[in-house]
């Protein structure tokens, strides 16, 4: 198993540009969820999925959009790039919302 | 908003010693679970503990949950230069699962 696979590793973008990061597992995970992490923040919840289908907003959300169209997928879009978006994006999965969560190997983010 | 608060942010030990980390968090929860991170990388998974359990065991660590202080700690014992990396403790309740800030461990060789 592949496990979960995050593309690309690093990116740049200016101001304005539009992108999707990519995320997919191999686990037959039901949730799946994207997380940012900043310097001295921890990670915080962008959005988040219980299933093919239902997607949710959580702490973050703002700048970003998902969708949940297969089970294997969960892609995120930037829809207009902003500097404050410069983060390091990782998305993770897992069978159910309690258990242990499997983490990508993340997305470097700038934002020009 | 983040529930769960690491402490210390950061730690510095020598190689064989043991490292102990505490995190607190504010409301009831499902189960709380301990994470680790190498610099550059995305997280792995250590240990899950539930509610209704007061200690867990995973090789080197240990993982005590007492939910009458809303607290819990992650032991590694007799620390080796490869656990170097930041620490997590993420709390499930009601809400998905929230992610403290943090604890910086450092193991001297």
């Known amino acids: 198993n592949a496990g979960v696979t995050q593309t690309p590793k690093f990116q740049v973008l200016k101001t304005g540009q539009s992108m999707t990061l990519q995320c997919a597992q191999d686990m037959n995970h039901e949730y799946m969820s994207w997380y940012r992490q900043d310097p001295g923040m921890g990670l915080r919840l962008i959005h988040y999925?219980?299933?093919?289908?239902?997607?949710d907003q959580g702490e973050v959300p703002n700048g970003y959009n998902v969708s949940r169209s297969t089970t294997e997928d969960f892609p995120l879009r930037l829809l207009s790039a902003a500097p404050s978006q410069t983060s390091v994006y990782f998305c993770?999965?897992?069978?159910?919302?309690?258990?242990?969560?499997?983490f990508g190997p993340g997305t470097r983010l700038t934002v020009l | 908003s983040q529930q769960g608060e690491e402490d210390p942010q950061a730690l510095s030990i020598q190689e064989g010693e043991n490292a102990t980390m505490n995190c607190s968090y504010k409301?009831?929860?499902?189960?709380l679970q301990w994470y680790r991170q190498n610099s550059g990388r995305g997280l792995v998974h250590l240990i899950l503990?539930?509610?209704?359990?007061r200690e867990k065991h995973s090789g080197r660590l240990r993982v005590t949950l007492d939910t009458s202080k809303k607290s819990s700690s992650l032991l590694i014992t007799a620390s080796r230069a490869a656990d170097t990396a930041s620490y997590f403790c993420a709390t499930k309740g009601n809400t998905p699962l929230v992610f403290g800030k943090g604890t910086r461990l450092s193991v001297i060789a």
């Open positions: 503990i539930r509610s209704n359990e």
């Open positions: 409301t009831s929860i499902n189960n």
């Open positions: 993770a999965s897992s069978y159910g919302e309690r258990g242990p969560q499997y």
């Open positions: 999925s219980v299933g093919a289908g239902i997607t």
